[in-house]
């Protein structure tokens, strides 16, 4: 690979590692194999870096994160998702500043996130896909219909879905 090349990606796709972390994390609900996808992910993306055309490669990353967590969800879970609280429920996030010297703002706040991040945690991963990329990593539709190789009305119809399953779990948790 030459330095010209090896510079381009590491100034293009280096930069989006946490987004493709946290991606792979939310899909996978689990750190070490979030990890692992990620480091499979980045191989991909050099090994097929001569074939991306712009200068934003986020999309283009997370699509590549996306397609191996479900290559990776499809061989090594069979498709039987579980949810584990004590493992999931521990999402990365930050905590409102706010709530920083206040213990019991602290501990409603971690009741709270624990509480999303559960519900989130049971939607099926393409309502959790879409959810997440618009959501909390803000992405346009047409960015996700790119990164999910899906058309935007689709996007557009999985994500109101995924909000009011979500709004659901909320609202009834048990149901």
């Given at each position: 690979?030459?330095?010209?090349?090896?510079r381009?990606?590491?100034?293009?796709?280096?930069p989006?590692?946490?987004?493709?972390?946290?991606?792979?994390?939310?899909?996978?609900?689990?750190?070490?194999?979030?990890?692992?996808?990620?480091?499979?992910?980045?191989?991909?993306a050099?090994?097929?870096?001569?074939?991306?055309?712009?200068?934003?490669?986020?999309?283009?990353?997370?699509g590549?994160?996306?397609?191996?967590?479900?290559?990776?969800?499809?061989?090594?879970?069979?498709?039987?998702?579980?949810?584990?609280?004590?493992?999931?429920?521990?999402?990365?996030?930050?905590?409102?500043?706010?709530?920083?010297n206040?213990?019991?703002?602290l501990?409603?706040y971690?009741?709270?996130?624990?509480?999303v991040n559960?519900?989130?945690?049971?939607?099926?991963?393409?309502?959790?896909?879409?959810?997440i990329?618009?959501?909390?990593?803000?992405?346009?539709?047409?960015e996700i219909?790119q990164?999910?190789g899906?058309?935007a009305?689709?996007?557009?119809?999985?994500?109101?879905?995924a909000?009011?399953l979500?709004?659901?779990?909320?609202t009834?948790?048990?149901?």
């Amino acid at each position: 690979m030459g330095q010209g090349r090896t510079r381009r990606f590491e100034a293009i796709v280096l930069p989006h590692l946490d987004d493709a972390y946290n991606l792979a994390r939310w899909l996978l609900r689990n750190d070490h194999d979030a990890q692992d996808v990620v480091q499979e992910t980045y191989l991909r993306a050099l090994r097929y870096f001569d074939g991306f055309i712009g200068e934003d490669a986020r999309p283009w990353l997370l699509g590549i994160v996306r397609n191996t967590c479900f290559t990776w969800l499809g061989e090594k879970m069979r498709g039987h998702i579980e949810f584990d609280e004590e493992r999931d429920s521990d999402a990365p996030g930050a905590r409102p500043d706010a709530a920083a010297n206040d213990p019991q703002r602290l501990l409603e706040y971690k009741l709270d996130r624990e509480r999303v991040n559960a519900a989130i945690a049971t939607l099926s991963p393409p309502f959790r896909e879409v959810l997440i990329l618009r959501d909390l990593e803000g992405f346009s539709y047409d960015e996700i219909s790119q990164i999910a190789g899906i058309p935007a009305g689709t996007v557009m119809s999985r994500l109101s879905r995924a909000r009011n399953l979500l709004r659901a779990a909320l609202t009834h948790p048990g149901k």
